[in-house]
């Protein structure tokens, strides 16, 4: 019996970088770069795979990168007063209509907690529960060897160089975008 990954496969083979060169090459603007155009490509697809990595070494936990972001941001920000869910959504760059269905994955499992503001009933806060930190405190160390081991195919020098140069890229993008972690 095949699984869903062989049958996609079969659907949708992997085609490599090649046919979308040759499609960018017929459908980019003129001032567009190619080389940089690939990279960006070839990043992009990194960070797909990058995300399904960490997704599955944190699944025996049963939480995804997402969802564990979400709880590292209101546990580095416990003691801030007033999280609503509209800055989260804000801080980590996704639409609130997201955010709102991962706080609902969240509370059921109560790792958060929403509360009423009691100056204006239509305000909600979110804070990170016990249940919440100690999920954290289980799931942090393979979080951390699953970004770690990411970049194990890179010697030190390449390390730093690429450390460098994503720091880079990351402030240039923060600046466009206007936000930042």
């Not at 790792?111 to 009933?121: G, H, N, T, Y």
Request: aromatic share 6%; proline share 3%.
């Amino acid at each position: 019996m095949k699984n869903n990954k062989d049958h996609c496969s079969e659907q949708l083979p992997k085609l490599g970088i090649q046919p979308y060169l040759e499609l960018m090459k017929t459908t980019a603007k003129h001032e567009s770069k190619g080389a940089s155009a690939r990279l960006g490509l070839l990043m992009l697809w990194f960070s797909d795979n990058y995300l399904d990595a960490v997704d599955l070494a944190l699944s025996p936990f049963g939480i995804t990168e997402s969802k564990l972001d979400l709880l590292l941001l209101l546990k580095l920000h416990e003691n801030r007063e007033g999280i609503t869910p509209s800055s989260l959504a804000d801080r980590l760059g996704i639409r609130r209509a997201s955010v709102t269905a991962l706080l609902e994955w969240l509370e059921k499992r109560d790792l958060i907690a929403r509360e009423q503001s009691k100056l204006d009933r239509r305000m909600v806060y979110v804070k990170i529960t016990a249940e919440g930190l100690e999920l954290l405190d289980k799931t942090l160390p393979t979080f951390w060897s699953a970004c770690s081991t990411v970049m194990s195919d890179l010697d030190q020098e390449e390390t730093m160089f690429l450390d460098k140069i994503l720091v880079k890229l990351n402030a240039g993008i923060e600046k466009k975008l206007g936000m930042g972690r």
